[in-house]
C-alpha cells in the first residue's frame, strides 16, 4: 500500500480538513460530485476512505447505489457520513452496516482527523501483516519444492527420512504462522471497531463535560451579578439612612431651639404682667 486516499462526496463542497503529512503513508484528497459516485474506480494498492456530505434528501437519492457499490467492496476501509440536516435519520438507515460511521452535526473537525488517523494507521499495519503472511507462503512453496527433491534423491535410506521430517516439521510451523496471522489481521479489525465506538463516546462524554462547565460558569457570573447588585442596594441603602438621621438631627435642633423660644417669650411676658415665677 504506498497511499491512502480520501474520497470527499459531495455537491460541491469543499473538504473540511487540510490534508496532513503522515510518518508512514502518502495521503491524497480526490474530489467527486455526487452523482458521479457510481464510477469510482478503486484499487486494492490503496487504502480507500470514503467521505460523504449528503443532505437527507440527497442521501435518499444515492443511498441505494451506495450500499450496492461500497458496503461489502474489498478495497474500501470506510464509509464516513456527515449530514447538515438529519444525521440521525442516516444512522438508522446504516444500523448494522460496519463500513458506515455516521458523523454528529455540527461536525467536529477533531473528531474527524483523529478518526481518520486511526483508520490510516491501522490500514498500514493489516497490510503490512498480509505481506508477511505472503512472504510465509512463498516459503511454503520453496519448501515443497525441496522436499521433492530430497524425495527423489533419498528415498531409499535413512537420510530420506530424517529431512523430510525436518522440512515437514518446517511446513507446519509456516502454516502454523499464517494462521496465527490470520487470526492477529482478525482482531486488528475488531479492535478497529471497537475503537471508533470508543472514541465517538469519548468525544460526546466530553462534549458533554465542556456543556456542564460552560453552564456553571454562566452561573458563577450570574451570581457574581447578583451579589454585586445587592451591595450596591447594601450602599444606596446606608447613604439614605444616613441622610435620614441628619434631617433628624436637623429637626430636633430646631425644635430645642423654638422650646427655648418659648420659654424667653413666657418669661417675658410674666414680667410685663408682674407675675413672679
Known sequence: MKKSIIWNISTGEKFPLELWKHPKIKIELNN???????????????????????????????????????ALHPFVSIILISSPDDPDAIYADTLGQSKFLVLENPLHLRELRIILDRIIQVEFYKQAAMEIGNGCLANVGFFEGVFELAHKEYESTKQENDALQSILTYEEKIKKNQHDIDIAMQIV??????????????????????????????????????????????????????????????????????????????????KKLGIKS
Open 32 to 70: 467527486v460530485i455526487l452523482n458521479d459516485t457510481p464510477n469510482l474506480v478503486l484499487s486494492d494498492d490503496e487504502s480507500n476512505i470514503l467521505y460523504l456530505r449528503v443532505t437527507k434528501k440527497e442521501w435518499d437519492k444515492v443511498k441505494d447505489q451506495i450500499f450496492k457499490n461500497f
Open 189 to 270: 479489525n475488531e479492535l478497529k471497531n471497537l475503537e471508533l465506538i470508543e472514541l465517538h463516546d469519548r468525544i460526546k462524554a466530553t462534549e458533554k463535560l465542556e456543556e456542564l462547565r460552560e453552564k456553571e460558569l454562566k452561573t458563577v457570573i450570574e451570581a457574581k451579578k447578583a451579589t454585586e447588585k445587592a451591595l450596591e442596594y447594601s450602599r444606596i441603602e446606608e447613604i439614605n439612612l444616613d441622610r435620614i438621621i441628619k434631617a433628624q438631627d436637623r429637626l430636633f435642633a430646631y425644635t430645642d431651639k423654638e422650646i427655648r423660644d418659648l420659654l424667653d417669650e413666657n418669661l417675658e411676658l410674666k
